[in-house]
């Protein structure tokens, strides 16, 4: 009957305004909101925008331990195995026109995968290495095999180094540039460390490979490890640099995978193509010999 009354007064009165209280039991009534463009869907689709509040809103809900404590670095750390995986499965099989952080990363970056994956990576170099130059030496009588754990200590710098101080200096560029030209895209630093570090799993089978005592097959492989994990750092941060100076952009790209490609082609020269010198045949020195002369 209210809503008759209601209806009858708009009626007889059209310049009036009418507020109807809804009850407790009532279902509040949602108008449909304006339609939305194709192209700020597909944006939102490469881009991340339609999550980016919400992985805001969930962040700002969660308490922040102070950074000395040991609940501020597990946070890091927390992610379950079905999570590792599907971010691995992402780098192995980039997809084009889809962001690598969006799908993957953004809803929890953590740091157990790459730092794992670098660990492993670490010693898959320097065993593979130890082992190729076994086999290439194998049956010759002047060659003597000896262990060289200091290539552990080598490639363990190498790839640490790269895994964390490229990340640092794209983050901080890309902040920089962030500050001059207002990007779409914005990645933090942990963000952009998960990316580096999934992107490295795909030259774990690779090492392994590279035992074969082929130089042209192995780079072949490197070569299809190299275009796997460089075209998930180019799809990746190029939504990143596409609004800014296309000379800026494409340096930038450009600088990510060649950064990329000379660790790809560093490692392959120096653990397992570098020239071996204690297999050379080595030379007998004769004792002197006392030599009689007819006089």
């Known amino acids: 009957m209210r809503e008759f ?15 109807h209280i809804e009850g407790p039991g009532e279902s ?12 700020g869907e597909e944006d939102d689709e490469l881009l991340g925008n339609d999550d980016s509040d919400k992985t805001e809103l969930l962040a700002g809900q ?25 971010r691995i499965k992402g780098s192995l099989l980039p997809i084009p026109g889809k962001n ?12 157990y ?4 994956i670098c660990a492993t990576l670490v010693f898959a170099i320097a065993i593979s290495g130890n082992l190729s130059n076994f086999l290439i030496h194998l049956g010759e009588k002047t060659y003597h095999y000896v262990p060289e754990f200091r290539k552990v200590s080598i490639a363990a710098t190498i790839i640490y180094a790269y ?29 952009i460390v998960c990316v580096y570090g999934y ?13 074969i005592p082929q130089k042209a097959v192995r780079w ?12 998930v750092l180019a799809m990746t941060f190029w939504p990143a640099v596409r609004e800014d100076n296309r000379r800026i952009a494409l340096a930038t790209i450009g600088t990510i995978v060649l950064l990329h490609t000379l660790l790809s082609v560093g490692c392959l020269a120096y653990f397992f193509d570098a020239p071996e010198m204690d297999h050379l045949p080595t030379t007998t020195v004769a004792p002197n010999q006392t030599v009689a002369t007819a006089k």
């Open 163 to 191: 895994a964390w101080l490229v990340p640092l200096a794209l983050w901080g560029f890309l902040m920089w540039r962030n500050s001059k030209v207002m990007n779409i895209v914005s990645y933090s630093f942990l963000e």
């Open 28 to 39: 509040p009534t949602h108008q449909p909101g304006l339609p939305r463009g194709s192209g």
């Open 199 to 211: 992107s490295l799993f795909i030259y774990i089978p690779t090492a392994v490979l590279w035992i």
């Open 62 to 86: 969660k308490k922040s331990s102070p950074f000395w404590t040991f609940e501020y670095y597990q946070t890091f750390f927390d992610v379950d195995t079905y999570q590792v995986f599907d």
């Open 5 to 19: 009354g209601d209806a009858a007064t708009s009626a007889a009165n059209p310049g009036t305004t009418t507020i």
């Open 100 to 111: 690598f952080v969006r799908l993957y990363i953004r809803s929890n970056p953590d740091l």
């Open 220 to 231: 072949i492989l490197v070569m299809i490890a190299l275009g796997i994990s460089g075209s």
């Open 113 to 116: 995968g790459p730092f794992w």
